[in-house]
């Protein structure tokens, strides 16, 4: 059992890291998305599947040790205990590393959901623009007149119409 509580540890620290790398990341995409670099968004995206991808095997480890622990635990239950549950089952100073490392992996894992909350909002606030303008020049293509002039300049007497005009 000692082993694999020790066991257990070590795969909440690889996991604090992975996540901690991952927030790492996050902060690096709120960056991209600002600076609207698309490019730079697909490579980020890339480094995040994998840091996902791994905190993901670790999670299946530590449930197959959740699950090694289960069977070894007196008056066993229908379900294996959760992480939590045998954290607090521990007896202390056993406990207190673990609780420790676990309280960090809560904590980052709650600014890693809050940070991808922003920039899910900041992607779709993007894109709601994107489709704001498509629509625009949509319409305005729909109208047939140009509304930009040979030079690239925008046209702007198809918007505004002369309130006062000179007379000579």
Do not use: W
Not at 33 to 42: A, M, Q, R, T
Not at 85 to 104: G, W
Not at 107 to 123: C, F, G, M, P
């Amino acid at each position: 059992m000692k082993k694999l509580l020790e066991d257990l540890y070590k795969i909440i620290i690889k996991e604090t890291d992975l996540y901690k790398s991952l927030l790492n990341v996050l902060h690096e995409e709120n960056q991209i998305i600002l600076n609207s670099s698309v490019e730079k968004l697909h490579t980020n995206n890339k480094k995040k599947e994998v840091l996902i991808l791994q905190i993901k095997l670790l999670d299946e480890t530590c449930i197959r040790i959740l699950e090694k622990i289960h069977h070894e635990l007196p008056g066993q239950q229908v379900l294996p205990p959760s992480l939590k549950q045998i954290i607090e089952s521990m007896k202390e100073p056993a406990a207190s590393p673990m609780k420790t490392v676990y309280s960090k992996l809560l904590s980052i894992a709650q600014t890693v959901k809050e940070i991808n909350t922003a920039n899910d909002r900041l992607i779709k606030g993007s894109l709601r623009a994107i489709k704001s303008s498509i629509s625009f020049l949509l319409s305005c293509a729909s109208t047939g007149s140009p509304f930009y002039e040979n030079n690239g300049q925008l046209k702007t007497d198809n918007f505004v119409k002369p309130v006062l005009k000179e007379e000579a």
